[in-house]
T-cell receptor
Framework: DAKTTQPPSMDCAEGRAANLPCNHS???????VYWYRQIHSQGPQYIIHGLKNNETNEMASLIITEDRKSSTLILPHATLRDTAVYYC?????????FGTGTSLTVIP | DTAVSQTPKYLVTQMGNDKSIKCEQNLGHDTMYWYKQDSKKFLKIMFS???????INETVPNRFSPKSPDKAHLNLHINSLELGDSAVYFC???????????????FGEGSRLTVL
């Protein structure tokens, strides 16, 4: 199963775009890339997922490189409530393997 | 109504005791999971059940025994608790049957277990 690597922490100014990178260089062709976030003391919350194409929803955009070895989660206008740990996950079937995530701090 | 609910939310117990954590989902999902989150916030899958059948059993000690009386419930029983079992345990459910690659995981709020 593919492993993902993310920077341990990032800061972002409130109102600016937050770009969270993820490396999944060993991902296989049938593994989706998922993003979840965890706000302190809560369960992880689904954000977005994709296979090959870029995806956008009301929360975020997901940009996946053509070779699928990396992706970027974009929060277009970060707010203080977006402060959380963000997990990039490669999923195959019922197996979601979480890494250590990126702790994003949105600064006023 | 809470979609995935776990009880208890907090559990403090002595080493050597046996304890259970219960999980229920009212989403009609076929698949349920247990994850363990350690002090470094790393979320690790422990078990997955699909319609009451065990489909994923990671390298978890035999002291951990999941039980799924029906597809809406997945309980976790832990025997002979050790200090290293202290963690937050998350239950989750997913609408997908086995071997599908799409669909979200819906997580409960977590159960914080502290072993003294």
């Amino acid at each position: 199963d593919a492993k993902t690597t993310q920077p341990p922490s990032m800061d972002c100014a409130e109102g600016r775009a937050a770009n969270l990178p993820c490396n999944h260089s060993t991902i296989s062709g049938n593994e989706y890339v998922y993003w979840y976030r965890q706000i302190h003391s809560q369960g992880p919350q689904y954000i977005i997922h994709g296979l090959k194409n870029n995806e956008t929803n009301e929360m975020a955009s997901l940009i996946i490189t053509e070779d699928r070895k990396s992706s970027t989660l974009i929060l277009p206008h970060a707010t203080l409530r977006d402060t959380a740990v963000y997990y990039c996950i490669a999923r195959r079937g019922n197996q979601f393997y979480f890494g250590t995530g990126t702790s994003l701090t949105v600064i006023p | 109504d809470t979609a995935v609910s776990q009880t208890p939310k907090y559990l403090v117990t002595q080493m050597g005791n046996d304890k259970s954590i219960k999980c229920e989902q009212n989403l009609g999902h076929d698949t349920m999971y247990w994850y363990k989150q350690d002090s470094k916030k790393f979320l690790k899958i422990m078990f997955s059940y699909n319609n009451k059948e065990l489909i994923i059993n990671e390298t978890v000690p035999n002291r951990f025994s999941p039980k799924s009386p029906d597809k809406a419930h997945l309980n976790l029983h832990i025997n002979s608790l050790e200090l290293g079992d202290s963690a937050v345990y998350f239950c989750a459910s997913s609408p997908q049957p086995a071997n599908h690659n799409t669909g979200e995981l819906f997580f409960g709020e977590g159960s914080r277990l502290t072993v003294l």
